[in-house]
């Protein structure tokens, strides 16, 4: 080991029913985010994530597609984990379900749970849902439906194996208690709590009979039953450190922290930790639980069909931007809405005014007026030695806030002191300086402006770790992860050597355009003929409005774009359309279009084709139709 302290995060680990979408990326992106922050704070920092494979779940969704459930978890589990690497996640360990050191572990922990006699056979009924992969009570149900699918359920009696969770309700509520920190924010420790309190705390049927459901672990201690998929899967979180005599079980699980969705905070807040108690085993550090990602006022899911690509939207507009965006847009624990305006606006309001512009400019006076060297400072004054006060503070607070999960705060507080360095800019004017000769002034202020900008870099490490890297290098510097220690940069001011080679020039984050769909000039069309058509022809036409949601090129073909388009239905319709010479893809997410929507699917070059975008055509060009306001996607055009 190096010496160095410990840190764990987990993301849950994800079903393979649906392939991944912006929530589980959000839930990744994040764990990066955080190991990161540690890792610069100079910590040994690791990140555990995978696929939750077993369940009724999984073995209807592959019965669905006529495939066994080992064949879908192996191609959805793929997608997740070859999902990581575009996101920028690094040093994650993937634990997948139906590996075999895991399935022996989870054995191997029932045994224990059984030995102890917190294990017992019985008979339950109750309304099963497949989507929550839970029983529910009447009390439970709203109007009679899952709460969280809002669709009805079967009610289902049979002998299972029960764990004794009731046994460990008292000992819960005053562990969460007595441990403050241990499920935050407080509204969801709140929430645990009121779950306990809410009457007699029931025992958790851990089983399913092999009779109804084959496709999970079989039970240690009766091979006629298979264990329930979420005592399955929360023990992910441990064997993917080889519990119990692991090194990596003894380093990381102490300070272990879990991070999830509201989705799942029951199991995560009540089953985990009574589970853990009964075998003996240390429970978790803290549990990070965030809000959802919204599309139109919906949770974004596979099930509602409102899903958008990460991939399309780091491909359109950049990895670092999908990161700042997502922890900057979202105030952790609350919900947020995904729209493609807030992240452009965030891009060129956050990124290219405030930062890039700054930053472009002080490399450019510095190059002007220095040689594009680092000038070495003269006497500091009032206005510099308040900027080196801003500096500790604001990145005092920046790192406060970020260890806290509150990201959006945090990067509110490094925005306030770049502010303030583009105020200091304006307000010192170095052109001035320059004009008046005052070289020793002229190098201070440059001083300032660059070393506060290598702070300002090596804090945005963990959240865009391509940019803070090409700014360092800007700077004349490198970036070593292993070496890095932020807590030191709150207080030192004054660590960029004098002398360094600095770039003379840059362009890291160019805006980018929200067109109006207006703004294209429409016109005349030409005289084509046209064979005369009957009103009666016309209208079998069904044309709607529709928004673009994603867009992306297609991958054989030049001309062509993919799109998603949201026609108000249950699922977006997937259209291919030749308008990739006149569209950039990341020009036309959120546009609204004209769609003729009852043509027959056909495929594209291989891509399926669920309608036909109207466009208008002449000699200088191609533009889309659209309605002249923004119209509900799915509205009749007539
Ligand atoms: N397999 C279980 C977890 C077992 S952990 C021991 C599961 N899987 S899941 O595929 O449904 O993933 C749920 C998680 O995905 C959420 O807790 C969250 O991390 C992420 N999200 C899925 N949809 C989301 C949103 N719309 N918004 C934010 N996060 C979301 O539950």
Not at 217 to 237: G, I, K, Q, R, T
Not at 260 to 289: C, Q
Not at 613 to 622: A, S
């Amino acid at each position: 080991m190096s010496g160095k302290a410990s840190f764990y995060i987990t993301t849950p680990i994800y079903y393979v029913n649906a392939k991944p979408h912006l929530g589980h990326a959000y839930t990744s992106t994040v764990a990066d985010c955080i190991a990161r922050f540690h890792r610069a704070l100079g910590e040994d920092s690791l990140v555990v994530t995978g696929t939750d494979e077993h369940g009724d779940k999984i073995a209807q969704a592959a019965d669905k597609q006529k495939i066994s459930p080992q064949e879908l978890a192996d191609s959805v589990s793929a997608e997740f984990k070859g999902l990581l690497p575009f996101l920028g996640v690094e040093n994650f360990r993937f634990i997948r379900t139906t590996n075999q050191k895991h399935k022996a572990l989870v054995q191997q922990f029932l045994q224990i749970v059984y030995d102890k006699g917190d294990i017992y056979f019985g008979e339950y009924g109750g309304y099963y849902c497949t989507g929550c992969e839970r029983f529910y009570t009447e009390k439970e149900l709203e109007n009679g439906l899952c709460p969280q699918h809002l669709a009805p359920l079967d009610f289902i009696s049979e002998k299972n194996y029960f764990f004794r969770m009731s046994k460990y309700a008292g000992w819960l509520r005053q562990y969460i208690t007595e441990h403050p920190d241990l499920i935050q924010p407080e509204r969801y420790r709140t929430e645990a709590l009121a779950l306990l309190d809410s009457g007699e705390l029931e025992d958790l049927c851990i089983s399913r009979p092999k009779s109804r459901l084959q496709w999970g672990v079989e039970l240690p201690f009766d091979h006629n039953f298979v264990c329930y998929v979420w005592f399955d899967a929360l023990l992910s979180y441990i064997s993917a450190l080889d519990w119990p005599e692991g090194d990596d079980f003894k380093n990381y699980w102490p300070v272990g922290q879990h991070l999830i969705a509201k989705d799942i905070l029951k199991p995560h807040a009540v089953f985990w930790p009574t589970m853990l108690k009964s075998a003996g085993v240390e429970i978790y550090r803290r549990l990070n639980v965030h809000g959802y990602w919204l599309m139109r006022d919906a949770k974004m899911s596979k099930s509602l069909g409102n899903v958008v690509d990460p991939l399309q939207i780091i491909s359109c507009y950049g990895l670092d931007v999908f990161r700042y965006f997502v922890l900057r847009e979202m105030h952790f624990g609350n919900d947020a809405s995904f729209t493609v305006e807030a992240l452009i606006t965030r891009q060129n309001a956050d990124l290219s005014n405030d930062l890039g512009n700054l930053f472009s400019r002080v490399l450019a006076m510095a190059d002007k007026y220095f040689g594009a060297v680092v000038p070495a400072p003269g006497v500091y004054e009032q206005p510099e030695i308040e900027l080196q006060t801003l500096a500790g503070t604001t990145l005092q607070n920046f790192q406060t806030l970020f260890a806290a999960c509150r990201f959006a705060n945090a990067l509110e507080c490094l925005w306030e002191f770049i502010r303030a360095l583009n105020k200091y800019v304006d307000f010192s004017a170095p052109w001035v300086l320059f004009k008046e000769n005052k070289q020793e002034k002229l190098a201070t202020v440059l001083y300032m402006l660059l070393e506060s900008l290598r702070k300002v870099a090596l804090n945005l490490w963990p959240v865009m770790p391509g940019s803070s890297v090409k700014m360092l290098e800007q700077l004349g510097l490198g970036l070593d992860p292993a070496n890095l220690d932020i807590s030191r940069e709150i207080e030192n001011f004054g660590l960029l050597t004098p002398g360094l080679a600095l770039a003379k020039h840059s362009n890291l984050f160019p805006r980018f355009d929200l067109k109006k769909p207006d703004e294209q000039a429409e016109a005349d069309r030409g005289a084509d003929t046209v064979p005369a058509c009957t009103f009666a022809d016309f209208q079998k036409l069904d044309l709607r409005a529709g928004t673009i949601l994603t867009a992306e090129q297609h991958p054989d073909a030049d001309k062509l774009l993919c799109l998603q388009v949201d026609l108000g239905e249950t699922k977006p319709r997937s259209i291919v359309s030749g308008i990739s010479e006149f569209y950039a893809p990341r020009e036309i997410i959120g546009r609204q279009v004209v769609v003729v929507a009852n043509l027959p699917t056909r495929k594209i070059r291989k891509v399926e084709s669920q309608g036909m975008l109207l466009t208008v055509q002449d000699e200088t060009g191609l533009c889309l139709v659209a309605p002249s306001d923004v119209k509900k996607p799915g509205s009749r055009v007539s």
